[in-house]
């Protein structure tokens, strides 16, 4: 049996502000730093096999909180976040300004549409898929993997067949924790924690 834990990295002044930052390296806020620490006691009693990070700020320093004295974090490319080329650091409220017609065209197409200079979900989509199936190759135990929400709604999409519209239906806020047992034949999903702070 493998248990797989994916976590989203704790909040940063972008999920705060509410602006895209994807590819953008801000660190956790102070905010996101106690929100870690109250999601720790879900991951506490397991002892993981391999921890693997994206490479963004935020998810390391969201997995070295966790695991403070962890001799190795695994840096995996493939889990970071989509990347929003020119929309980074614009708030969703000011590009429904400044840039209808491109926001209307993502709703219609969620999954296939490409900010100018970034990255389409089905390209977020296809690295996570590769991730997940090597992760599925590994030996039983437990593992986990501190991403982003992106990443998240790509490996739900990957494992349960939802459509990516419908990922949206999921609430994975900061430092939210997904449970996933895999046993061979396919994954269940067994869990979603999303932690609160006032």
């Given amino acids: 049996m493998k248990n797989i834990y994916l976590m989203r990295h704790g909040d940063t002044e972008a999920t705060e502000k509410g602006y895209f930052a994807g590819w953008s390296d ?24 391999r921890i693997f990070t994206s490479p963004m700020a935020r ?26 080329g020119a929309w980074e650091g614009k708030s969703w409220e000011r590009l429904e300004g400044e840039e209808k017609d491109s926001i209307n065209e993502w709703k219609k197409s969620p999954l296939s549409f490409t900010p100018p200079g970034g990255e389409s979900f089905s390209q977020v989509l296809k ?5 997940w199936k090597y992760l599925a190759s590994l030996e039983e135990g437990d593992y986990l993997a501190v991403a982003h929400a992106g990443v998240m709604r790509c490996a739900l999409v ?4 939802i459509s990516f519209e419908n990922s949206f239906r999921w609430l994975i806020d900061p430092a939210a924790i997904l449970h996933v047992r895999d046993d061979h034949i396919f994954p269940q999903v067994i869990a979603l924690w999303n932690v609160e702070v006032e």
């Fill in 158 to 161: 990957h494992i349960t067949g």
């Fill in 26 to 49: 801000v660190p956790l806020s102070e905010r996101g730093k106690i929100r870690v620490k109250k999601a720790a006691p879900q991951l506490a009693k397991r002892k993981f096999r």
């Fill in 127 to 131: 690295r996570v898929t590769g991730f």
């Fill in 59 to 84: 998810a390391l320093e969201t997995a070295s909180l966790l695991f403070p004295d962890r001799e190795k974090l695994e840096v995996v490319p493939e889990l970071k976040e989509r990347s929003f």
